[in-house]
């Protein structure tokens, strides 16, 4: 059963506007979250991790958000870009081991 | 180079070829990952490599198998795949396998079998 979930298979944002990209987790022993970011024919590359001792982690335009109540993470791009166009995969893992789950992806389109 | 190098990029195979895809990272990293991306599926988790000992195998067919001789080279070795072994194959590194630090993947092998 897949343990890490990204409801929304695409999003479309306008240049400039914020883009939020949601992922809801079952595993209440995961402890450590991560986005990543992947164009066509490249490999995903890391974005932004958060760990649950935080709720709130922001680097550049680039902030992810944690409720551990919810089990819910979401990542915010503000402003978006049209080099922000990718598919982007929200991860998680248990503290004790490095088993990351990955959700299926949520497309991200930025139109200028 | 720098980063995680995966070849070839593109692979076709017949079912009863032996293929292998290489990966290689240059990053000094001592954990080393297998990744299986199938269509509309999320990423997962084939084989773990820490300091070149095998630790974690997900209930892998037999008719994949890997060998790290190193910790900078990670090899996938193939016999006999089936069609539905058709996916993308990325191969990733990181720090420690048992610090919370991020992947570095390598931009995959796109593989299809006939």
């Known amino acids: 059963d897949q343990q890490v979930k990204q409801n929304s298979p695409s999003l479309s944002v306008q240049e400039g506007r914020i883009s939020i990209l949601n992922c809801d987790y079952t595993?209440?022993?995961?402890?450590?979250f991560l986005w990543y970011k992947k164009y066509p024919a490249e490999g995903p590359t890391f974005l932004i991790s958060?760990?649950?001792?935080?709720d709130k982690n922001e680097d550049g335009r680039f902030t992810v958000f944690l409720n551990k109540s919810a089990k819910h993470l979401s990542l915010h791009i503000v402003p978006s870009q049209p080099g922000d166009s990718a598919v982007y995969f929200c991860?998680?893992?248990?503290?004790?081991?490095?088993?990351?789950?990955f959700g299926k992806g949520t497309s991200l389109l930025v139109t200028p | 180079e720098t980063g995680v190098t995966q070849t070839p990029r593109h692979l076709v195979m017949g079912m009863t070829n032996k293929k292998s895809l290489k990966c290689e990272q240059h990053l000094g990293h001592n954990a080393m990952y297998w990744y299986k991306q199938s269509a509309k599926k999320p990423l997962e988790l084939m084989f773990v490599?820490?300091?070149?000992?095998?630790?974690e195998n997900n209930s892998v067919p037999s008719r994949f198998s890997p060998e790290c001789p190193n910790s900078s080279h990670l090899f996938l070795h193939l016999h006999t795949l089936q069609p539905e072994d058709s996916a993308l194959y990325l191969c990733?590194?990181?720090?420690?396998?048992?610090?919370?630090?991020?992947?570095?993947f390598g931009n995959g092998t796109r593989l299809t079998v006939t």
């Open positions: 490599y820490s300091l070149e000992e095998r630790v």
């Open positions: 991860a998680a893992s248990p503290y004790s081991g490095y088993a990351l789950n």
């Open positions: 958060i760990s649950s001792i935080k």
């Open positions: 990733a590194s990181s720090q420690d396998r048992l610090i919370n630090s991020p992947l570095h």
């Open positions: 595993n209440s022993m995961f402890d450590y």
